[in-house]
């Protein structure tokens, strides 16, 4: 039986629009490629691979700048991977492929808890660490994350496992999140140096 959250969403009309879009377009070759590609943002992959940066970046030592990164990096993802259950336990949101699609499916699979649909947990990753990407990117690719982390966000629309909306907001919220995180990482540092500025102070005198 699936699980009611407290606050239900229905979806907007556009939300509708786009997925009946999708579902008439879908088809099982085509479903087949998008299930390979959003794999890319699944939540055990991203933390897996931030994880294994994270080591490399701490065990290296060639550069403590790049392992503040890291640190704010799997920070983020880590946060990441809470925030999508809490929203999801609070809101209550049929998934598309519930709700626009009847009889054949073309493909399209049947995507986690029915009631999951708000927000997109693969979006708010992708936010979330769309910022430390750019960050670490040399300056020449820095222009296609952004438009990379998209793609890969639509996937869930062209899937049914999202509306349209849901996908935005996983987004947003990942953005935040990444934000949010860079303040608090920039108030701990500065008042890291700012103890050992006073500590060298009082040993010169």
Not at 184 to 201: C, K, M
């Amino acid at each position: 039986m699936s699980r009611r959250g407290l606050i239900t969403l229905p979806p907007t009309r556009w939300d509708l629009v786009l997925s009946r879009v999708c579902a008439r377009a879908a088809t099982p070759k085509l479903e087949r490629t998008l299930r390979v590609v959003t794999w890319l943002a699944d939540e055990k992959i991203v933390l897996g691979a931030t994880l294994l940066f994270w080591t490399y970046a701490r065990l290296s030592r060639r550069d403590i700048e790049i392992a503040r990164r890291a640190d704010h990096m799997l920070c983020c993802v880590a946060l990441a991977g809470l925030l999508p259950h809490l929203f999801k336990r609070l809101v209550d949101r049929k998934r598309p492929d519930r709700v626009v699609v009847h009889g054949r499916r073309h493909g399209i699979p049947r995507s986690g808890n029915a009631r999951d649909s708000f927000p997109s947990g693969h979006a708010l990753h992708l936010g979330a660490i769309a910022g430390s990407v750019a960050r670490f990117c040399p300056a020449r690719f820095r222009r296609f994350v952004w438009p990379s982390i998209a793609a890969l966000a639509a996937t869930r629309i062209l899937l049914l496992a999202h509306y349209l909306s849901d996908v935005v907001a996983g987004l947003g919220l990942g953005v935040a999140l990444d934000w949010v995180v860079g303040r608090l990482f920039s108030e701990g540092h500065a008042a890291s140096s700012h103890a050992q500025y006073g500590s060298r102070v009082e040993d010169l005198t």
